[in-house]
């Protein structure tokens, strides 16, 4: 690890907060060099905010009160992420489209995990539009947020066969299982000084990617996730 300190990352959420109950984990475990400075949800009843404070994460909720408006919703959040001192900010299931403005402030330190095999699939319900197309194939995308939605740079992919008989639910779960390995395995690369963004190139270890990071088919991030 060249940084001297370890990298603070806040964590946003709507619901469950699986994705975000792994990368406290692998941090916890000392997998990923990084400290979770704080975990926000946008709803009260996400029970990833009970989660969070099972793990020992100071998780606070931030509500847009009704007429007030994205912009008060906007300030309180960039306040709480000053405040908690988050160097990266981590979309984890978060349910809220946030303004050019807020996400432009944080280029390149900005991540979200969407459920499809990106630039398809974009959007809500993924896994039942992937089942209803009759696709043979789905996955899940780590990318960089920018105010297109769902359309920053893509960092590393995992892909999952979609089986006859499969329904939302079971496509969802292999779906998520593979979410828990990639999402932390790139937190850890940014944690390290290894991946950043320029531009809207994805640069790993000093070199434009030219494709995102596949799992499983990626050696590294095999052994990294084992
Ligand atoms: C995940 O499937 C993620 O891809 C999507 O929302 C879901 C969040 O699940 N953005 P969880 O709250 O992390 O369990």
Same mark, same amino acid.
Request: aromatic share 4%; net charge neutral.
């Given at each position: ?5 370890q990298?603070?990352?806040a964590i ?6 699986s994705?975000?109950? +792994?990368? #406290? ?5 000392g !997998?990923?060099?990084?400290?979770? @400075?704080r975990? &926000?949800a946008? %709803? +009260?009843? #996400? ?5 969070? !404070?099972?793990?020992?994460l100071? @998780?606070?909720v &931030?509500?847009? %009160?009704?007429g007030a ?18 160097e990266?900010v ?9 303004s050019?403005?807020?996400v ?6 900005m991540?979200?995990?969407?459920p499809?095999l ?14 209803e197309a ?9 990318h ?8 920053g740079?893509?960092i590393?992919?995992a ?9 939302e639910q ?5 779906v ?11 937190v850890g ?10 531009g809207?190139?994805?640069v ?8 995102p990071?596949?799992?499983p088919?990626d ?8």
């Amino acid at each position: 690890m060249t940084r001297a300190h370890q990298l603070k990352v806040a964590i946003l959420i709507s619901g469950r907060g699986s994705n975000m109950a +792994a990368i #406290a984990r692998a941090c916890a475990a000392g !997998r990923v060099q990084a400290t979770i @400075a704080r975990v &926000i949800a946008d %709803r +009260a009843t #996400a029970a990833g905010v009970v989660l969070a !404070r099972q793990l020992g994460l100071e @998780a606070e909720v &931030i509500e847009a %009160r009704e007429g007030a408006g994205r912009a008060a919703f906007e300030a309180a959040l960039m306040r709480s992420l000053q405040d908690c001192g988050a160097e990266l900010v981590i979309l984890a299931g978060f349910m809220r489209i946030l303004s050019a403005d807020f996400v432009q402030h944080f280029a390149g330190r900005m991540l979200n995990i969407h459920p499809s095999l990106l630039p398809q699939y974009k959007g809500l319900n993924t896994h039942r539009r992937v089942l209803e197309a009759g696709e043979r194939e789905h996955g899940t995308s780590v990318h960089f947020v920018t105010d297109e939605l769902d359309g920053g740079p893509v960092i590393c992919q995992a892909r999952v066969a979609v089986l006859a008989g499969d329904s939302e639910q079971t496509l969802e779960a292999r779906v998520l299982a593979l979410e828990h390995r990639i999402y932390p395995y790139v937190v850890g690369l940014i944690a390290t000084d290894r991946l950043e963004l320029r531009g809207h190139t994805v640069v790993l270890d000093g070199r434009a990617l030219t494709a995102p990071l596949f799992y499983p088919h990626d050696d590294e991030l095999k052994q990294a996730t084992a």
